[in-house]
């Protein structure tokens, strides 16, 4: 039997993408995130040899939702959080995860550009993606991809290293750059659907050139 056929399809996929300084971010996010929301949660790291356990604990005291490191073929279900294992990349077809071998091994890591891109072709309207704190630019090429497939896109303002929101930010494809407790509070009590400036009054910024000068 195929376990694939009874998955669920339907619910929200958040990629929360961080490398450097992300940690308080994440727990920060998850913290708030209802453990019932109906969203499965994916956090990216750039981690290619250090174990994911202490990160997995961490994560673990900040939400009620189960952590789980992804395995291979991994079905994606709501109301859990999955991280990538150290040295793999991440692919998705929307119903399961596709482990593939690391694609740099020398220099700044593309994993997440190779994960959210696969997640826009495969998740019509159902993906959320936050660049949090990080170096360089992973996750800024894979944006415009999300964008046409009706995805959203959140930066962190408040990131510890500044490198990765700002270079999203800069494609001009991010709808909102926020500090981080704000994403967690926005993406839990709001219909993601119907997402306008509006919703989110001050709490967060629509992205211009003013906000990251």
Do not use: W
Not at 162 to 175: F, I, Q, R
Request: aromatic letters at 6%.
């Amino acid at each position: 039997m195929d376990r694939t056929a009874s998955a669920p399809k339907n619910f929200r996929i958040v990629a929360l993408c961080g490398s450097s300084g992300a940690l308080t971010a994440l727990v920060q996010i998850l913290r708030v995130v209802p453990h019932d929301s109906g969203m499965a949660f994916v956090v990216l790291t750039h981690r290619r040899t250090r174990s994911t356990s202490q990160l997995i604990r961490l994560l673990s005291l900040a939400t009620k939702m189960p952590v789980q490191q992804i395995e291979n073929r991994c079905i994606l279900s709501p109301n859990r959080v999955y991280v990538t294992p150290p040295g793999k990349d991440l692919t998705t077809d929307g119903i399961v995860f596709q482990l593939v071998p690391i694609s740099t091994v020398i220099g700044f890591p593309n994993g997440f550009d190779i994960f959210l891109t696969s997640l826009a072709r495969n998740t019509i309207g159902r993906a959320v993606t936050i660049i949090l704190s990080g170096m360089a630019c992973d996750g800024s090429a894979a944006l415009g991809d999300l964008r046409r497939s009706g995805g959203l896109a959140f930066a962190q303002s408040d990131a510890e290293i500044e490198s990765m929101p700002k270079s999203a930010v800069a494609t001009g494809n991010v709808d909102y750059f926020c500090a981080a407790a704000d994403i967690g509070t926005l993406i839990s009590g709001l219909p993601l659907e119907s997402l306008s400036q509006q919703d989110f009054g001050s709490h967060c910024g629509l992205v211009s050139d003013e906000s990251v000068a």
